[in-house]
């Protein structure tokens, strides 16, 4: 099974959990054991797990990147927005979950965050589910 | 089959190579050709891949990891470990690995070294081996 | 199929695109649905997705990576390739692919990029493709 699925974001630099509307995806499969194939098909927005708990983590990792690539650094892409483009090879586009007893095989404080580094924008995430 | 195993660390940042507790899970399964799935069920340890041959890269990489994200910085998470999360989404939480002749494909120098970012404690990898 | 495919680089930090010599594999394999598995057997390149439209992307990227873990700073590791190493730990040595109707599931602007941290060498990719 191959979906696409939207994700809207809100500011500039975000973090959006995702993991019920893959939970979604899995659950409308069927599949009891298996894999998630998760793919961000953009280029200033990537994918990662991280902690759903306290949201200052989320507001944190967002200062932490922030340093590591600054938006108003020295860039020569005229877009403007290379900082996006580091973040995003940094975090990664991808992510593959392991489906068991038909739920992502997560951690207690574990969600799917979609990281947005270029937004507000309409984005989409490509899933496919895959039966053992 | 899907596994979980324990994986325990002894300092607070910690690079502990885990290839030959995963080549076990492999060994066992039986399996020829296939992938090996892996997912670190926390928010502050990650998976990946480097150099075992010099223990002086482990030593590198972790000071450069916290250079990146130091421990002692301004954030607004309670716990005092924003470092880890910001780290672990840097390195990343899963891993997927290609089993070719019942064994990991990895280069001569490669292993698989559990990232602890906010240690010691007793941790959990999540392993799921599929054949083709 | 399990295939290792060579990259030539021809410089010290370099982005490499191998779409193309990814997709020949995919085409060869006749698989019309299924998932392509990448590793780099090395322990100083990484491979990512990235933006293919603006070269200047591809130079701000490495620009970025280059502050992250500048190649000439006080590491211990002897070959004195340890910016090497950690950056690629930051980017990560796997790649999982979706394959939808005979090819990659990318979006528009994306291809998929070997990162060469300590070149010029000659270079391997491990890709394996699964049928689902």
Redesign the interface.
Known sequence: M?EIINVKTSLRIEMVDVTEKIERQISKSGIE?G?C?I?????TAAI????NA?P??K???I???TI??PAG?D?????GN??S??K???????????I?SRKM??????SVYFYEFDGPRNR?L?I?V?K?
Chains 1, 2, 3 share one sequence.
Do not use: C, M, R
């Open positions: 191959f054991n894999i194939y793919t961000v098909p953009h280029t990662t797990i991280n902690e306290d200052s983590v507001f944190d990792i200062s932490g990147l590591l690539a650094a860039y020569t892409h005229l877009e290379s900082d483009h580091i995003t090879s940094i975090i990664g586009s991808t992510l593959t979950l392991i068991d095989a997560l951690g207690t404080w574990q989409n490509y496919k895959v053992d």
